[in-house]
């Protein structure tokens, strides 16, 4: 599965009490592949416009998660080649949360891509 | 065990209104221990803080009374106020992103949608988390 075209995006956002502050090393060090970047979204900005766009086509931009006026994360979405990001945020070929419960359909979906 | 240690000393020590000691090494303590527990560190550096002001505190009342000032309370206070500045000055410090990675940028949704859309002709994948 390491395909070095894969492109990881990961957003860090505060959500939790005890989100003071941007990740410090121990989060920021879970993620090592080189084919990450990673993020700070402290205004939540990336989950509003997931929102917006969740509010007419909830199931494919969201997958299994429900929107329940939250801040959208511990979110995953898997993007193939192609998608691009337009007016709205795109519709993922898998998305689902929390990803504890969604990672082994995750990992199966990504297999078939890569 | 090193904070537990610290905690039971300090304890004795505070109720004892004897040694300011005690204090300096349980925020010591704390700060040490604050790294194996992430997701607690604000609150465990926070308690450090506080348990350090307290022993500030006892220190300025023993002169007060007209005690002796030591030394080694002294070098400890010392010691302890640099450990707990140390351990929130890593906390609060901007990780470095690991090696490969760019550096860990405060998300601009124009400048992401670019590189979203950048790498159009690759499979990505979007992850939302929070850091604790």
Redesign the interface.
Known sequence: MR?P????????????L????????????R????R???????KH???A??RRAAQSNETGVLGARRLHGGI??????????????DAAFPE?QFAGAP?VRVIDDFRRQ?AV?? | MASSLAAAISVTAALSCCLPLGPFLLAAGFAGASGFF??????LIAFAVLILAFGFVQAFRARKCGRRRRIFNAAVLLGSTGLVVSAIL?????????????S??????AS??E???A??????????????
């Open positions: 395909d075209g894969l492109r990881v995006f990961v957003v860090w956002e505060p959500v939790l005890t989100d003071w502050h941007a990740p410090g090393a121990g989060a920021v060090g993620v090592p592949d080189a990450a970047q990673q993020f700070w979204d402290p900005l990336l989950s416009e997931i959208v994360w511990d979110f995953v979405a898997l993007y193939p080649a192609g998608v691009l990001w993922a990803v990504l891509k890569l | 992430l997701s607690l560190q604000p609150y890593y906390s609060f410090a901007p990780a470095a992103a690991p090696a490969g990675q760019q860990v940028a405060a998300l601009d949704l992401f949608r590189s979203f859309n790498a159009a002709g690759r499979t990505r994948v979007v992850v939302l988390l929070s850091p604790t």
